[in-house]
């Protein structure tokens, strides 16, 4: 079984930064692809960003290119979304997840394929 984790939401102005994380306890992380997705108000869950176990690859949706970056420390067992440049449009419940996978260079892009979940961090971006 693996408990996720996620920290560092919080308040900020349009135009700021925040770093998320995500620690796993349970397992180690090196053949987990983990991903971060968000869901706002009103809306479903969407992928932000994700990344293959041995973080060679990522993949990014259209409005996180350019601002956020995903990355892990399978030492420490963390995951990371760093978000820049923030916008109100930003504000969500951002949720980490991970998915058992041998492959190292695999990339999940869908929630369905995500075998564990965090219960959340509350980002909200002020305008």
């Known amino acids: 079984q693996v408990h996720l984790v996620e920290s560092g939401g919080g308040l900020v102005q349009a135009g700021g930064s925040l770093r998320l994380s995500c620690v796993s306890s349970?397992?180690?992380?090196?053949?987990?692809?983990m991903g971060w997705f968000r869901q706002a108000p009103g809306k479903g869950r969407e992928l932000v960003a994700a990344i293959s176990s041995s973080g060679g690859s990522t993949y990014y949706t259209d409005s996180a290119k350019g601002r956020f970056t995903i990355s892990i420390d399978n030492a420490k067992n963390t995951a990371y979304l760093q978000m820049n440049s923030l916008k109100p449009e930003d504000t969500a419940i951002y949720y980490c997840?991970?998915?058992?996978?041998?492959?190292?260079?695999?990339?999940?892009?869908?929630?369905?394929?995500?075998?564990?979940w965090g219960r959340g961090t509350q980002v909200t971006v002020s305008s």
């Open positions: 349970g397992r180690t992380f090196t053949t987990y692809a």
């Open positions: 997840a991970a998915r058992s996978i041998r492959s190292t260079g695999y990339v999940a892009m869908s929630s369905a394929e995500y075998d564990y």
